[in-house]
């Protein structure tokens, strides 16, 4: 017999599937390039969003999104290795993976403000910082796209091998919040994530929109004229 408890809150769900999909059509645009590397830096601000919004959320968030778990890991991560982790939510080789996509999302995030293609793209940033700086993190930002891409590849391929040889559905969880658990080793449902807790990490992720947009960066003054020669 299996229980179906819920581990995943719907900011937690509604935020998956926007950074999936924004992460896909980043790429997208990136490697296109040309007029698509405005829809890039866009995509690239929200995600910035998304990430400032997961931050606040895994201190403000229900049981299974806070970060605290993370504290646990040296303890859960041999016991699940072994075979005797019986918990809820990410699972601790799971945890690692989000640690690993939120570091590499966040260096893709900061990296793509500051950079420029000395073509027709510059990041919101970039004028807030020397060429020195600009420079190597725009080749940076560059290369970075192919550890993002292996990182989304491991994470399918993980969904695949649960769903294969554990017979757990990932993804599904992800879209109803319900996971199925053996009614001999129960879980506590997920509790927390107030309305109040929300509305501080959504306008914690407006501010830092605000914020990489760049738009509190006074206008440069125009080029001075020089005289005519005669």
């Given at each position: 017999m299996t229980l179906h408890i819920r581990v995943w809150d719907l900011p937690t769900r509604l935020y998956h599937w926007s950074l999936a999909l924004s992460v896909v059509g980043a790429l997208l645009t990136g490697w296109s390039g040309g007029n698509w590397m405005v829809w890039h830096g866009r995509l690239g601000l929200f995600i910035a969003?998304?990430?400032?919004f997961r931050l606040a959320?895994?201190?403000?968030?229900?049981t299974y999104v806070r970060f605290g778990q993370v504290l646990h890991l040296p303890q859960s991560l041999p016991a699940y290795l072994r075979g005797e982790w019986h918990g809820g939510g990410h699972n601790p080789l799971g945890w690692l993976s989000v640690l690993a996509m939120l570091a590499a999302l966040g260096f893709q995030v900061v990296s793509g403000l500051v950079a420029s293609d000395d073509i027709a793209f510059s990041g919101p940033l970039y004028y807030v910082v020397d060429s020195a700086i600009s420079g190597p993190l725009t080749s940076l930002h560059r290369q970075g796209l192919w550890l993002l891409l292996a990182l989304v590849l491991l994470h399918l391929a993980a969904l695949?091998?649960?769903?294969?040889?554990?017979g757990?559905?990932?993804?599904?969880?992800m879209l109803h919040g319900r996971r199925k658990v053996p009614a001999e080793r129960p879980i506590a449902p997920a509790s927390g994530g107030s309305l109040p807790a929300l509305l501080v990490a959504l306008a914690f992720a407006a501010a830092v929109v605000w914020a990489a947009n760049g738009s509190w960066i006074p206008e440069p003054p125009p080029p001075a004229q020089s005289a005519p020669a005669w």
């Open positions: 969003g998304l990430l400032a959320w895994g201190v403000l968030g229900s695949v091998f649960y769903r294969l040889v554990h757990e559905n990932l993804a599904g969880a």
